[in-house]
């Protein structure tokens, strides 16, 4: 009886680890769907069960949708046909009784290191949450801190803090010295010591996997880098038990504390307990499937303006795309480059912009000369397939090691304790000059990690290639998989062809790679930029493709550039000293970006800053948010995103999207197979849908699922994340800076994501079927998928094989 016991209580553990959404380190920051773990459910049930476990908000208030109402969108006829389709009643007044009540706060489950919190007292579960987390940043810190935290070979997670705890001498202060002997007999081993610690809590059935997740969730940012850890291992086929230990951590804590609480408190608890348990949830369920009423009220409201200027580009744009483009430019499908797209394509009506994820098709990893390990330049679900390395020569190399090793050592010395008052009297009116260039923004903005250590001169004798191991077949399947992403596998090749990665220029800002390419996995996307101009540049290459049957023309090139978002300026990087550039085509090129700049500056100025004006104002703004070491919005980044349509451009190419959809280029008649949509619908359309829930989750509930106030931020564990303030739990997700203005007006609107693809139903439902993830993202209502017609009509996926003209 005792192992079914242990085999359940297994299950549900397995389970609930599996809730929590990794979240990835500071130097390569990627957005993260929130509710990763809760996909296999419909999206009520999820909100439901976190509402009435975790106190966690999935939907915002109805009274912020009152609000947005009374703005006129959406309308009421929105909410009465999203009631309809997700089959809730459509009486009008009583939808307008619903908006006009007050919701009542839902009972949440409360843990026992709550109920022991008196007032007038230090809190004990603050002190516990502190004490976890001190813990954590000393044991995965990557070289920030100046003294490491004594670790024994072989111990794990669950162990080392066990000896941390033993020693740990604000037990007393706090009043909890009576566990220290409790905690000396406790096993080593964490699988025995979260049996232990199940057996003393004597948690209800019904209620142990909810209190498994509270008590996980009270720890929730530190869970998450647990299970980065763990998606890290699983990518390479190995295992990582730190987040189960992170969990037997907070079991034994809350045991812990049940040995040592006062029998009212034990009784209260007990009693909270039962009356959770006995609880009716289905009024959450009920509360959370209107919730998701007026939520998709407002993305048809949303998806309105979208499907009528599709509509409208049902033959003129078709007629529009005939002529042959003299430069084609490939962008990544962030939103922020629709904007830079369309004013492009305005400025030079020759040139045809396509749209593809901005790893460019590179299933790789990179290495910087020096650096023991590789960093991931593609979407973070998938895996590297070759291996790309720094080349250059070795004085330039060894100059950068220099400088980056006097650098690490002068900073060492700034923090050390013997130095830290000779310092500032040595030293700190030497410090006047740069905190005055630094306020000023004289300086640079922060410098990449690709950059640091290399003077401009140095950075041009680099180079960036596919190894010199790969045959001429693995290069060629390399380049004609990107050539067909990018669509070009009919028709001509334009004599230039743009490669544009993006990323951008912050300083002073922990979250600077959340700012640079999602699909290069929080990288800029200039390394993959240069390999695949480089590839797609190499004579043999070129010959192999012509013999496979590709219509390249000689003179055709390839250049690589780098579009920075901050300042809205795209730089070609190499290739322009290449003979068989046309000279007038170039400048004209050159003409149309600088042009393209302005104009997308003038767009984006007026949410940064609607007062300004001045063309010549506005550069200087961007420029100089980019150096300001107190700036909090450098840029909006992805704020808005709402849409992902992968379609020809030309139904595209005149549509004002507002900066707010991924544009995919994608054409059936080009995919017989539609092996390529099925990559667009597993990899970018994933990522998409990822950065959609991370900004959603970061809006309507800032406080778990957002790192709240960027003014408040401290860096901790070199790379790991930030702590809001001097402590607490690891803060993950957006800060409310990236999410409000200053006046604290929201600059997104939580939507999920909708995707517009232009293909016949059967091949998207077989894609669905064949999918588990993507299938349940889609049935499960985290998704919604939308299909456009050749005829421009619109079609919404309700169910599997059930599609809704709209």
């Not at 060492?412 to 000023?440: H, I, M, W």
């Not at 767009?603 to 506005?618: N, S, W």
């Not at 200087?620 to 840029?635: A, N, T, V, Y």
């Not at 597993?682 to 849908?689: G, R």
Request: net charge neutral.
């Amino acid at each position: 009886m005792s192992d079914i016991v242990t085999k359940s209580s297994e299950s549900v553990f397995d389970r609930v680890v599996r809730r929590i959404a990794p979240v990835w380190p500071l130097d390569g920051f990627v957005a993260v769907n929130p509710y990763w773990g809760f996909v296999d459910q419909a999206f009520p049930e999820a909100a439901a069960q976190l509402q009435s476990s975790v106190g966690e908000r999935m939907i915002m208030d109805r009274r912020w949708y009152a609000d947005q109402i009374r703005n006129g969108r959406p309308v009421m006829p929105d909410i009465l046909k999203a009631a309809e389709s997700l089959g809730l009643g459509a009486d009008e007044e009583e939808w307008r009784d619903y908006l006009r009540e007050i919701p009542e706060p839902a009972m949440r489950l409360p843990t026992l290191s709550e109920l022991m919190d008196r007032r007038g007292h230090a809190s004990i579960s603050q002190y516990v949450l502190e004490q976890i987390s001190r813990f954590l940043a000393a044991y995965y810190d990557r070289g920030q801190s100046l003294w490491q935290l004594p670790r024994n070979e072989g111990e794990g997670l669950f162990a080392t803090w066990r000896h941390y705890t033993l020693s740990d001498r604000s037990l007393s202060p706090m009043g909890l010295k009576a566990i220290r002997p409790i905690l000396l007999e406790l096993p080593v081993d964490a699988t025995a010591a979260r049996l232990w610690a199940q057996q003393h809590l004597r948690l209800p059935k019904a209620a142990e996997e909810d209190y498994f997740l509270v008590l996980l969730k009270s720890i929730g940012g530190w869970a998450s880098w647990c299970r980065y850890l763990l998606w890290q291992a699983e990518l390479q086929g190995k295992g990582n038990e730190d987040l189960a230990d992170l969990l037997a951590i907070r079991l034994v804590w809350e045991a812990l504390l049940r040995q040592t609480a006062r029998r009212r408190t034990l009784e209260r608890w007990q009693l909270q307990l039962q009356d959770w348990t006995l609880t009716d949830k289905s009024a959450s369920l009920e509360d959370a499937r209107r919730g998701e009423v007026l939520l998709r009220a407002s993305e048809i409201a949303f998806r309105r303006q979208v499907v009528a200027n599709i509509r409208q580009r049902r033959l003129s744009g078709r007629k529009s795309a005939a002529c042959s483009p003299r430069v084609q430019a490939i962008f990544c499908i962030d939103v922020r480059s629709e904007i830079y797209r369309r004013h492009l394509e305005s400025a030079m009506p020759s040139l045809e912009t396509i749209g593809f994820g901005g790893f460019f098709g590179l299933m790789m990893d990179y290495r910087r000369q020096g650096d023991r390990a590789y960093r991931p330049q593609l979407p973070v679900f998938l895996g590297p397939k070759v291996h790309v390395e720094e080349h250059g020569p070795e004085t330039v190399i060894q100059r950068r090691v220099r400088r980056l090793r006097r650098s690490t050592e002068w900073k060492q010395f700034k923090l050390s304790a013997a130095s830290c008052f000779s310092f500032v009297e040595a030293a700190g009116l030497s410090y006047v000059g740069r905190l005055l260039a630094d306020t000023l923004g004289w300086h640079r903005p922060s410098v990449p990690p690709d950059e640091a250590g290399f003077t401009a001169a140095d950075r041009l004798k680099l180079s960036y290639a596919l190894p010199d191991s790969l045959s001429i077949d693995d290069r060629l399947d390399i380049a004609e998989f990107s050539l067909k992403g990018f669509g070009l596998n009919q028709g001509g090749v334009a004599p230039i062809v743009l490669l544009v990665g993006h990323g951008s220029s912050t300083t002073n800002n922990p979250h600077r790679t959340g700012l640079d390419c999602g699909a290069c996995a929080g990288q800029t996307g200039e390394v993959n930029a240069r390999v695949a101009a480089n590839l797609l540049n190499d004579t043999r290459v070129r010959e192999g493709l012509i013999d496979r049957g590709w219509d390249l023309d000689d003179r055709t090139c390839f250049l690589p550039a780098l579009h920075d978002t901050t300042t809205d300026r795209v730089e070609i990087l190499a290739g322009l000293d290449d003979p068989r550039l046309d000279a007038r085509s170039l400048a004209e090129l050159n003409q149309a970006l600088e042009q393209a700049t302005n104009l997308t500056r003038l767009e984006r100025i007026a949410r940064l800053k609607p007062d300004l004006t001045d063309p010549d104002a506005i550069a200087r703004d961007m420029i100089f948010r980019g150096r300001d070491w107190s700036q909090l919005r450098p840029e909006w980044a992805l704020a808005g995103n709402a849409a992902f349509i992968a379609a020809p451009r030309w139904r595209t190419r005149e549509m004002n999207l507002a900066g707010r959809a991924f544009l995919h280029d994608y054409d059936a008649a080009k995919d017989p197979g539609f092996g390529l949509l099925t990559v667009i619908m597993t990899a970018p359309l994933m990522v998409a849908n990822w950065i959609a829930l991370q900004y959603y989750g970061s809006t309507v509930d800032n406080q778990r699922q957002g790192c709240g106030n960027k003014v408040l931020h401290n860096v901790v564990g070199g790379t790991i994340g930030v702590l809001e303030g001097n402590g607490g739990d690891l803060r993950i997700g957006l800060s409310e800076q990236s999410l409000r203005d200053s006046n604290g007006g929201l600059q997104h609107e939580p939507l999920r994501l909708s995707a517009f693809i232009e293909a016949p139903a059967q091949a998207i439902d077989r894609i669905i079927a064949d999918h588990e993830i993507l299938r349940r993202l889609v049935d499960n209502r985290w998704l919604n998928i939308l299909r456009i017609s050749e005829d421009g009509a619109v079609q919404e996926r309700q169910a599997a094989d059930r599609w809704v003209w709209i």
